[in-house]
């Protein structure tokens, strides 16, 4: 399953030693992913700007992200540094300026530290990819190289603490207290509080019920999201995965909502074909009508030791003109948009 934890999985310390005594510490583990794309809008435009992949007619660059992780004891860290567009002026926040190069050159995009104090209980601090959702920044952890609206609409990263509890093998337990989305300090107070229900139906099924729910700094009303994000592999071929979600702002100050699938079926382990499909619904503020959007995007995944191709064609349709999508003859108002993009992305 596919977590906004990016590359870098919470590291749980399952070892019964008291503090007094003399532990080994585990050697310091580097991960991380570089990558790069080419895109093509058929209208010649820089149409479906859903976070990344926006750069049209152009071999571009995707980031180089580099995790640290480490275990000593029950105690461990993670610390998750993004250099480049996709992890610096496309991701937030981006220090003094969002979506300015010039601002800085990296991106935090997990900080945090862990205590087991168990094997079935554990806490963590710091600043975390977000729980909530199926796709992440890190283009390693996703089958698409483009991303959808869900994952644009919705946090990137959550900085609080949160405790975990493992009832079972099937059943586990989080429950935090957040800063607003995508910061590193919140200026109002500690805003959000969230949880997450994980549950294992069956082997190889995982679903995660998530809500999250605060009041952002200079905001309107209150804003709850409620999330379900699951994936089943049926087979050892066909995994399905679904993502829904519904975003509600107090006092009608709008939101969003909306459900994605995500069939993907792999032919031999190096050789697999995806589908994304996605029906997207932004919520009216006040007055204002609803607008949708809908998307279809169709992705392989050619792997070569730690290289995969991602070559990719998306088509978007937005019949409420929300998007702002341009014709061919650069005129904004266009109904539809489409793309072909081919990704290189290479993880260790």
């Known amino acids: ?8 999985a919470l590291v749980l310390g399952c070892g ?16 991380g992913s570089v990558d790069t794309y080419y895109k093509y809008d058929f209208n010649k435009a ?7 992949a926006n750069e049209q007619n152009s071999v571009s660059l995707g980031m180089i992200d580099l995790a640290l992780k480490k275990t000593t004891g029950k105690a461990s860290f993670v610390g998750e540094l993004s250099f480049g567009p996709r992890g610096q002026s496309q991701s937030i926040p981006n220090a003094l300026g969002a979506y300015d190069e010039t601002t800085n050159s990296f991106n935090i995009q997990n900080l945090y530290v862990n205590y087991a104090f168990s094997d079935k209980f554990n806490v963590t601090a710091g600043y975390m990819g977000t729980f909530i959702g199926y ?12 991303t959808s609206y869900l994952f644009g609409s919705g946090p990137f990263q959550n900085a609080g603490i949160k405790a975990s509890y493992a009832f079972s ?36 099924w995982t679903a995660y019920l998530n809500v999250l729910s605060g009041r952002a700094a ?17 087979t050892g071929q066909f995994k399905l995965g679904l993502n829904a979600a ?21 032919f031999t382990p190096a050789v697999a074909l995806g589908l994304r499909a996605e029906f997207f619904n932004y919520k009216g503020v006040g007055t204002a009508a609803n607008a949708s959007v809908s998307s279809f ?21 937005d019949k409420d003109f929300s998007q702002g999508f341009a014709n061919k003859n650069g005129i904004i108002g266009a109904k539809s948009a489409s793309q072909f993009s081919l990704a290189a992305v290479y993880t260790f």
């Open 135 to 146: 796709e992440v920044i890190s283009p390693a952890a996703n089958f698409n190289y483009s």
């Open 297 to 317: 995007t169709f992705s392989g995944n050619i792997k070569s030791g730690g290289l995969t191709f991602i070559p990719e064609i998306r088509f978007d349709s």
């Open 16 to 31: 019964t030693v008291a503090f007094a005594q003399v532990t080994t510490p585990s050697p310091l583990q580097i991960s």
């Open 1 to 8: 399953m596919k977590k906004k934890f990016m590359l870098s």
């Open 246 to 266: 519904d975003y509600t702002v107090s006092n009608d100050n709008g939101g969003y909502s909306g459900v994605a699938l995500y069939p993907q079926y792999a």
């Open 218 to 234: 200079g905001a309107a009303g209150t804003g709850t999201i409620f999330d379900l994000t699951t994936a089943y592999q049926i």
């Open 46 to 52: 820089g149409n479906i700007k859903t976070y990344f």
């Open 169 to 204: 093998d099937k059943v586990s337990l989080m429950a935090g207290l957040f800063n607003d989305w995508n910061v590193y300090q919140d200026f109002n107070g500690v805003s959000h509080i969230g949880a997450q229900l994980t549950i294992v139906p069956a082997t190889g």
